[in-house]
């Protein structure tokens, strides 16, 4: 596999685990008892911390990858055994 499928899958894969993990661990205002903006949503964050999703995202990214990258290898699922009309 080439250096430049492997990035762009594992940005894939990145992107992907960011948008997973997004959602985790925020608390809204109500959550936690702080006044809100007149105006504002209902379910916006109290603090946007960037830097935790960022690492949990490549935490979870690599990990995935790694999984990815080691059935490339070892080819233990393949294209033919994701085939559901061979099934019947």
């Given at each position: 596999m080439k250096l430049t499928s492997i990035?762009?899958?594992y940005l894939l894969?990145?992107?992907l685990?960011?948008?997973l993990v997004?959602?985790?661990?925020?608390?809204?205002?109500?959550?936690?008892?702080?006044?809100?903006?007149?105006?504002?949503a209902e379910s916006a964050p109290v603090e946007f911390l960037?830097?935790?999703?960022v690492k949990r995202a490549t935490l979870l990214s690599l990990g995935?990858?790694?999984l990815y990258y080691a059935n490339y290898v070892n080819g233990?699922?393949?294209?033919?055994?994701l085939d559901v009309t061979s099934w019947f």
């Open positions: 990035l762009a899958i894969f990145w992107v685990s960011a948008f997004l959602p985790f661990g925020v608390r809204t205002h109500d959550e936690a008892g702080v006044e809100k903006v007149p105006g504002q960037p830097k935790r999703i995935l990858f790694g233990w699922v393949s294209v033919r055994a």
